[in-house]
């Protein structure tokens, strides 16, 4: 059989569409294959979170059924962050509409095509840990040879008004800290250069399980413990963390184990304090300023980046205005801005939508603006200095490859030398622009 999978959304989303293809592949002996026209089994895994990928799943399903009238024999079904109003209306267009955390069950509710008991039953938070233990306990599968994704925690506890994360992936559960390292030290040992730990709130990793779990810290520390004794090279991350959690000991983990990228993406999504209460953000502009402080303090060589939203509902001039100055003060190396958009089922969908979208269009492209005076002060600083790159594809330009360093920023630099890609190598900065730069090859490793 085979089969082809469109996975949309964040790191998570790309995280559990390697479960997915193991599962298929081992379970029902499925063969991936890049032409839908050829595969006998089609899913999505789908974001709910912006409208722009529900529109696509909308616009893939309609091809496919079209293909289907016209005799094309496939089975279809979505999965992944799903919102209960997208759930009702897409299971009029898809074979099967499922829950993740049902991944273990695929074959027989692929055997039964029923969508009863299928789709998204209310869980008590114990009924929905052991699913999620079952569901992590599937062979994972990683995009490449050399990063990887490793999910620590699912779920969210935080409710922020805009959200959609705590209804299409409940609340918060986190994963054997046993199972976590010991997929860490596989991933190593099996050539793997840069790890991701993934969760919504990495931060309040344990917490659901006090006195059974370590917290978020202690399982840094444990991976640097590990890090330190493999004698490998390679880079730890973790995504997102959430500003009230963000604790110093997280931080000084960071500080004491080499293989802890000093990267910190740390969403502030807004910068005026009655905006992020709004958003049910739990944290003021202050708390905020504290916690970048303390990353200066402790990581003084750590790059920052982050999240903002521009026109949510209500967002006056000033509110904005303190959004532009904070990106100043705190001078991010990328942020990560969208327009504010309503999705059913958050709380904020049931607010006005009362900021144009010609409006936040010009609030976008001005915050862009911004962020590049900023992040170009940085990417500036590099020119003749030398820095460390994993190599992870072709540049662009060609004739060159591009890598990332320990800080997340793109260098490009000259070469014909594809045996790099999946490597890293030492580089001097040459020239720079906004967000990324270039250098010369110096050394291999």
Same mark, same amino acid.
Request: charged residues 30%.
């Given at each position: ?66 293909? =289907? ?17 997208? =759930? ?32 998204? %039953? ?28 490793? %999910? ?90 959430? %500003? ?42 202050? =708390? ?158």
């Amino acid at each position: 059989m085979k089969y082809h999978l469109v996975t949309l959304g964040c790191q998570m989303n790309i995280s559990d569409s390697g479960r997915v293809k193991s599962y298929i592949e081992k379970v029902l002996g499925g063969v991936e294959t890049a032409n839908v026209a050829d595969a006998e089994l089609v899913g999505v895994i789908a974001c709910s979170v912006r409208q722009k990928a529900i529109d696509k799943v909308y616009n893939m399903i309609a091809v496919w059924n079209r293909q =289907r009238r016209r005799g094309h024999q496939m089975t279809t079904f979505l999965t992944g962050c799903v919102l209960p109003d997208d =759930r009702e209306k897409f299971l009029k267009l898809f074979d099967l509409v499922f829950d993740m955390r049902d991944l273990p069950q695929f074959d027989k509710l692929l055997a039964d095509r029923v969508h009863e008991g299928v789709y998204y %039953p209310k869980l008590q938070r114990s009924e929905q840990a052991a699913q999620m233990d079952f569901f992590w306990q599937l062979d994972g599968y990683q995009p490449d040879k050399f990063e990887a994704y490793v %999910p620590i925690q699912n779920g969210c506890d935080k409710f922020c008004t805009y959200c959609a994360v705590p209804y299409t992936r409940g609340r918060e559960v986190s994963r054997s800290s046993h199972e976590i390292i010991e997929e860490v030290k596989c991933l190593v040992e099996g050539g793997y250069k840069s790890i991701t730990l993934l969760g919504q709130n990495v931060n309040s990793y344990g917490l659901d399980k006090k006195g059974e779990e370590i917290n978020f810290a202690q399982l840094l520390e444990r991976v640097g413990e590990f890090g330190d004794k493999s004698g490998k090279e390679f880079h730890v991350y973790f995504t997102s963390p959430h %500003p009230r959690d963000m604790t110093v000991d997280v931080l000084e983990a960071i500080a004491k184990y080499k293989c802890l990228g000093k990267w910190i993406h740390i969403p502030i999504q807004s910068g005026d304090t009655e905006m992020l209460k709004r958003m049910n953000r739990k944290y003021d502009i202050e =708390r905020y300023r504290q916690v970048i402080s303390d990353i200066r303090r402790i990581l003084p060589t750590a790059t920052i980046f982050t999240d903002i939203i521009v026109g949510f509902t209500g967002e006056t001039l000033e509110e904005f205005e303190n959004t532009r100055r904070a990106v100043l003060e705190f001078k991010y190396n990328m942020a990560f801005i969208a327009m504010y958009s309503p999705r059913p089922g958050a709380v904020s969908s049931k607010w006005v939508d009362d900021i144009p979208k010609d409006e936040k269009s010009r609030r976008y492209a001005v915050l862009s603006e911004d962020l590049k005076s900023v992040s170009s002060l940085y990417t500036a600083s590099m020119v003749g200095k030398e820095f460390r790159i994993l190599v992870n594809g072709h540049d662009r330009l060609e004739g060159y490859l591009s890598g990332l360093t320990e800080g997340k920023i793109a260098v490009r630099f000259k070469t014909d030398d594809e045996s790099l890609i999946g490597n890293f190598v030492d580089v001097k900065i040459v020239r720079s622009s906004d967000f990324s730069a270039e250098g010369e090859l110096i050394h291999i490793s």
